[in-house]
């Protein structure tokens, strides 16, 4: 099902001027709520275009990496390689799947392949605990 969807993504646009990876990155992390539970696994995915713009407040990439560290978050980027995203990922100690700018179907069929794989290895290395569902009242 998860290659399904990710292989119906359609790319367009480009061109532009590079992104605020960083600070949405760290948006996500700092506003999430992500389980203390050493038996939970926390996982962000980001599909990221492009460069990225240094962060607005002068973070580092690689400081940001090592707040996914310490809240016990893996960082999975599905991302053209880049020197600042690399610097991200490797702090972070997550992974960095590569695709291109104009990806065709088959490089689109590969990647939905390793992050599947990726995702699975995470969810069920060691013990895990279920995700709770939240039901509005």
Not at 2 to 10: F, G, Q, R
Not at 34 to 39: L, V
Not at 112 to 130: C, D, N, Q, R, Y
């Amino acid at each position: 099902e998860a290659l399904a969807v990710i292989t119906s993504i359609k790319y367009q646009g480009g061109g532009d001027a590079d992104e605020t990876h960083g600070d949405g990155l760290r948006t996500a992390l700092d506003t999430m709520s992500w389980s203390s539970d050493p038996m939970s696994r926390n996982v962000l995915v980001g599909f990221l275009s492009s460069d990225s713009k240094e962060m607005k407040d002068g973070m580092t990439f690689a400081a940001l990496g090592k707040q996914f560290v310490a809240k016990r978050v893996k960082l999975v980027l599905v991302c053209q390689p880049t020197a600042r995203l690399k610097e991200l990922c490797d702090n972070a100690k997550g992974q960095m799947i590569a695709i291109s700018n104009d990806p065709s179907v088959d490089e689109l069929r590969g990647v939905a392949k390793i992050l599947t794989k990726t995702l699975t290895v995470l969810a069920t290395s060691g013990k895990t605990v279920p995700m709770q569902s939240v039901v509005a009242s």
